[in-house]
């Protein structure tokens, strides 16, 4: 009898997981029933990748992004195979999107794989056998999957402010081609939120309307501005041994004064003085901390380097590190290697500069609250002081936590209620990061049951790049190694 495995949700994730499948033998691939569940929309695409404005970019060169990480390649030669300019750094969304979607056909077309267009609904659990149930509108799908594969990455909404159902509120721009169908004649908008969403939305706005656009966010920062330069770099800290050595370590733990020292050796090693130094020399909140991107656009591009390459090394360091010592990184480096890990194109800073120069965009600081009333929204800011707007966009992100769990999609919300899994104290479901299983505080590890790509955004440390969710979804299938 064939093993029969789901894998529900056909986005990056889903993708990912195929990909690990297909890199089986074929002996073994013989062996498989493999089913793949998404709605038309999203199937071989995913909610980033779905068709929309072409000034939505992605925040990754064309060289620096595949469907297939072992192949990086493969996009510039798609690209090149049907006649779009490759002199590009980036293209938009919907572009690659395409490219997914072609490259989704072709391994469908190897593999044993039955598609089904629907999402699913719920699952069921059979502890005796081991193996679960699926239901897709409410209705029993006729086979019994001996495996897995949670892939759904559509999360809930951040809502800062509680705003939900107000008018002239929207939680969610994406897609962002629907604000076209609203009216912005005259309008001034607040755009919660200052990272790649954010910007997105800042955008098109500024290229589309004449709407006066205002942002804000806790701390104003906005992403860095990826500086694309392809300067060797050759690592003395962050180095595969000495990674090797930590996981390797009798005791199993991490600790922040471990990345203390690493840290100041490699900040020390490539020019720059201590992170303190560094966070205030070349990071700034605002429209400074954009000017600042092109005023040292090599410091910037080694610290963007330095951000990826401590996302690679928390991979699998973040879950040895104690709650306190996450909690210290947090404080003391979390939003900046954020921002310079996840960076803006420059030409999307450049529009947002311009605006800034014109006077059609500017941020608002200190904000403490948002109030709805008769001409529109109130945002009020500290020693009582507010600013009125028509609009307010929301554009802060997703996340699965324990306050907003109830408003996640119904799978998620069955998984939660039946105890099939957990909310990690880090947001998104606690799955064990060297094989992606999922976690349950019923049954411990659970059969057949793993979980991959934003799903588990919070237990693996920045899991938000196409190459490092791809890589994650190889470790569900050991046997390839």
């Known amino acids: 009898m064939k093993k029969t495995i789901g894998i529900i949700g056909m986005g990056v994730s889903g993708l990912a997981v195929l990909l690990a499948l297909s890199r089986k033998k074929e002996k073994e691939l013989k062996q498989l029933a493999i089913f793949c569940f998404d709605d038309t929309v999203h199937f071989g695409r995913g909610i980033p990748f779905q068709e929309d404005v072409d000034s939505a970019l992605i925040n990754s060169p064309i060289n620096d992004i595949s469907f297939d990480y072992r192949h990086m390649s493969d996009f510039m030669d798609w690209l090149e195979e049907n006649y779009y300019d490759t002199n590009l750094t980036y293209v938009s969304r919907t572009l690659y ?24 609904d719920k699952l069921n659990y059979l502890s005796d056998e081991q193996q679960w149930q699926v239901y897709i509108q409410d209705k029993l799908f006729p086979v019994t999957f001996d495996e897995l594969h949670l892939a759904c990455g559509a999360l809930p909404v951040i809502e800062p402010y509680h705003l939900e159902g107000k008018t002239d509120y929207i939680k969610d721009p994406y897609p962002i081609k629907y604000l076209a169908q609203e009216n912005w004649k005259g309008k001034t908008v607040a755009i919660i939120g200052t990272g790649l969403a954010a910007i997105d939305v800042i955008k098109w706005l ?3 309307t004449q709407s006066s656009v205002k942002a804000f966010s806790r701390t104003n920062y906005f992403p860095s501005v990826r500086i694309v330069n392809d300067l ?3 690592w003395h800290f962050f180095t595969n041994d000495n990674l090797k050595a930590f996981l390797s370590h009798p005791s199993k733990t991490f600790t922040i004064a471990d990345f203390n020292d690493l840290m100041s ?10 992170w303190k130094n560094t966070t205030e ?71 947002i500069l311009k605006a800034a120069q014109k006077g059609t965009f500017s941020l608002i600081n200190n904000v403490k609250t948002i109030t709805k009333n008769d001409e529109g929204f109130s945002i009020e800011k500290e020693k009582q002081n507010h600013i009125s707007v028509d609009r307010v966009i929301n554009a802060t992100g997703y996340q699965l936590n324990t ?21 990690d104290d880090q947001g998104g479901i606690t799955i064990l990061t060297e094989n992606a299983q999922v976690l349950s505080p019923k049954y411990g590890p659970m059969p057949g049951l793993y979980a991959h790509g934003a799903l588990v955004n919070g237990v693996v440390y920045q899991n938000n790049s196409t190459i490092k969710i791809q890589q994650m979804a190889e470790r569900a299938f050991s046997d390839n190694k």
């Not at 490219?99 to 999402?119: A, F, N």
């Not at 996302?311 to 709650?323: A, E, F, G, K």
Request: proline share 6%.
């Open 97 to 120: 999107g395409q490219y997914l979607s072609e490259r989704t056909k072709l391994l469908l077309d190897k593999l044993p794989v039955t598609v089904i267009k629907t999402r699913v």
């Open 206 to 208: 500024l290229l589309n």
């Open 232 to 234: 060797p770099l050759t």
């Open 265 to 274: 050796g490699e900040l020390e090693h490539l020019g720059f003085k201590n």
């Open 281 to 351: 020399t070349f990071l700034s909140p605002g429209i400074d901390g954009l000017k600042l991107a092109f005023k040292y656009p090599k410091q910037l591009y080694l610290l963007q380097q330095l951000a990826s390459r401590i996302t690679v090394w928390l991979t699998d360091l973040w879950p040895l590190m104690s709650l306190s010592d996450k909690k210290e990184y947090k404080a003391l480096y979390g939003k900046a290697i954020i921002n310079l890990r996840n960076p803006m194109p420059d030409e999307s800073a450049k529009v």
């Open 403 to 423: 306050k907003n769990w109830t408003k996640a999609n119904p799978l998620l919300k069955s998984l939660i209620n039946q105890e099939f899994c957990q909310i």
